[in-house]
């Protein structure tokens, strides 16, 4: 079985400044696809950014960047140039790739609460 | 193009009575997921459906839950004679029937609170 890690809890950071968040997992698998998304007070659950296992070029999405270590199963979001607006709950999520039994199923870890203060 | 639907936003339910979850997928998506999120927790898989089929349910409480995705109409999540501890949020996500459909969209998801 998959887990997926977040080892802070809470994390704080001034606008404007640069966060990173820290995710590890545990798999067997080769193939399999990784994501961050984000949660605000609504509660909605938002998809900041994707990672295709197979791919070693790290994904970006404008301030949203990841440093994925395969080896090392770790999957660390940044955050750059923080907005008052990217205070959340951030979950990094796992998912195996198609033919798997279990394909389909995103494993969540256990999130991080991130405040940007003014 | 209207995002997932999830209703009601907010169910309270007495100890004992019926709640039933509804779920829109996107327009074009074929693929339902349903999570619940317990208080200060992630959120854990419960089952995923395709149109009139049940594909992983390993996640469903083996007892008074259960889940549907009728050929016409919304996805239904159904928990019978409901306790306090089924008080949660419960998302509902879909994805596209593409080859590619690794992405989920996520509901604004269903309060249930049990009193």
């Known amino acids: 079985a998959q887990t997926v890690t977040q080892s802070q809890p809470e994390m704080s950071v001034q606008e404007a400044e640069t966060v990173t968040l820290s995710c590890t997992y545990d798999t067997s698998e080769n193939n399999y696809y990784l994501f961050w998304y984000k949660q605000p007070p609504s509660r909605q659950m938002i998809l900041v950014i994707r990672q295709e296992a197979y791919k070693q070029q790290n994904a970006t999405e404008n301030r949203f960047s990841v440093n994925f270590q395969k080896a090392a199963k770790s999957f660390s979001l940044k955050i750059s140039d923080s907005q008052l607006g990217d205070t959340a709950m951030y979950f990094c999520?796992?998912?195996?790739?198609?033919?798997?039994?279990?394909?389909?199923?995103?494993?969540f870890g256990q999130g991080t609460i991130l405040t940007v203060h003014p | 193009n209207a995002g997932v639907m999830q209703n009601p936003r907010h169910l309270v339910r007495r100890r004992g009575q019926e709640a039933r979850l509804r779920c829109s997928p996107m327009?074009?998506?074929?693929?339902v997921y349903w999570y619940r999120q317990l208080p200060e927790e992630g959120l854990k898989f419960m089952v995923y459906l395709q149109k009139e089929n049940i594909i992983d349910e390993s996640g469903m409480p083996k007892e008074r839950f259960s889940a549907e995705f009728p050929k016409e109409g919304p996805s239904i999540l159904r928990i019978q004679q409901v306790v306090r501890g089924d008080s949660a949020a419960y998302f509902c996500?879909?994805?596209?029937?593409?080859?590619?459909?690794?992405?989920?969209?996520f509901g604004p998801g269903t309060r249930l609170l049990v009193l």
């Open positions: 996500a879909s994805s596209p029937p593409s080859a590619i459909r690794e992405t989920q969209y």
């Open positions: 999520a796992f998912m195996r790739a198609a033919g798997g039994t279990s394909y389909g199923k995103l494993t």
């Open positions: 327009k074009g998506h074929s693929h």
